[in-house]
């Protein structure tokens, strides 16, 4: 079974850029997460998906950031305009639908840096 | 507010002997509780994670955690470790509420195990 997909796996960007990262759930996943992790600390929740609807986005930065999911598959994250402050690695995530006590996969994460 | 608590920022065994990686939850209700392991430049991988029942729990290389109710506590444990189990070690708890279903990660703790 595949993983997660994620890309690109690196990204470097001057400030004020836009960029987007895609990700690719596990086939049958209804669920997907974008979290962002800074250096040293554990992930945080910006967004999850239910199919194509966003149950919560309470964490996710509207004035810069937004997402979506049309299909209910695939999702891209989009930050505009990037700043220093965003450099973090964005990992995305799935599980299966309305199984709150499964398991997250985590895909292999974006490496954001802004200069 | 959900929340776990992981003291120590690293953890340093020779191989061969038996670790302990700690970690301490703050819940409303009943904890639902879970292990990841990162590795370096990859996603974070799923090692194990308390529902409910026995409160020592087994999971995947080697690796059990032990749920005390009392202490609040999920400890990581492996009997006798092995160099490979280097890397970064993330618990954390199901959120609850209408963000049910989402994880909250501690800070982690980096194991290093020399031989």
């Known amino acids: 079974e595949a993983g997660v997909v994620q890309s690109p796996r690196y990204k470097i960007i001057e400030k004020k850029q836009p960029v987007a990262f895609w990700c690719n759930p596990i086939?049958?996943?209804?669920?997907l997460y974008w979290y962002r992790q800074n250096l040293g600390q554990g992930p945080e929740l910006l967004i999850r998906?239910?199919?194509?609807?966003?149950?919560?986005d309470s964490q996710l930065p509207k004035d810069r950031f937004s997402a979506e999911r049309l299909k209910g598959v695939d999702s891209t994250l989009k930050i505009q305009p990037a700043e220093l402050g965003d450099s973090a690695v964005y990992l995305c995530?799935?599980?299966?639908?309305?199984?709150?006590?499964?398991?997250?996969?985590f895909g292999p994460g974006t490496r954001l840096t802004v200069t | 507010a959900q929340s776990v608590a992981q003291p120590e920022d690293q953890v340093n065994v020779a191989e061969g002997n038996p670790l302990t990686v700690k970690c301490t939850y703050s819940?409303?209700?009943?904890?639902?509780l879970f292990w990841y392991v990162q590795y370096p430049n990859r996603g974070l991988q799923f090692l194990l994670k308390?529902?409910?029942?026995?409160?020592l729990v087994k999971g995947s290389y080697g690796f059990e955690a032990e749920f005390n109710k009392s202490q609040t506590s999920f400890h990581l444990k492996k009997p006798s470790a092995l160099v490979s189990d280097s890397a970064l070690y993330f618990c954390?708890?199901?959120?609850?509420?209408?963000?049910?279903?989402?994880?909250?990660f501690g800070k982690g703790t980096k194991l290093s195990v020399k031989p």
């Open positions: 819940v409303s209700g009943n904890p639902y």
């Open positions: 086939s049958g996943h209804n669920t």
């Open positions: 954390a708890v199901r959120d609850i509420g209408r963000s049910q279903g989402n994880l909250i």
């Open positions: 308390y529902i409910t029942g026995d409160n």
């Open positions: 995530a799935s599980s299966p639908a309305g199984q709150v006590y499964r398991e997250q996969y």
């Open positions: 998906y239910e199919n194509e609807e966003a149950v919560d």
